[in-house]
């Protein structure tokens, strides 16, 4: 599976942002989808995380719980993070996982996802 994030940029503390991922090369159905994100010399942080159906109930990090909603489309391959009442410390560059089912690490754990996009950048100002 290739994935291609998209969708970042600046915005003003607030704010809202959707960021997309789109897979191909594979089979996107049968994958769980997770974002992360890394600031600047943090290490990479669970986001939230969907289940292989578009009607699964997601999992968020405390951080973003009731901020950030995570949907996917599988008829388009898409993944998507919507980021609402966006702050400062959610600067970030974002990526999108995809993992199968199965694997032994927790959903919150970066070992459990076996392909990753290349990052978009988000950038809230204050």
């Known amino acids: 599976v290739q994935l291609q994030a998209s969708g970042g940029g600046l915005v003003q503390a607030g704010g809202s942002l959707r960021l997309s991922c789109a897979a191909s090369r594979g089979t996107f159905s049968n994958y769980h989808m997770a974002w992360f994100r890394q600031a600047p010399g943090t290490e990479r942080e669970f986001v939230g995380v969907?289940?292989?159906?578009?009607?699964?109930?997601?999992t968020y990090a405390d951080s973003v719980e009731g901020r950030f909603t995570i949907s996917r489309d599988n008829a388009a391959n898409t993944v998507y993070l919507q980021m609402n009442s966006l702050k400062p410390e959610d600067t970030a560059v974002y990526y999108c996982a995809a993992g199968k089912a199965g694997s032994g690490y927790s959903v919150r754990s970066s070992r459990r996802y076996d392909y990753w996009g290349q990052g978009t950048q988000v950038t809230v100002s204050s």
């Open positions: 969907i289940g292989w159906s578009s009607g699964s109930t997601p």
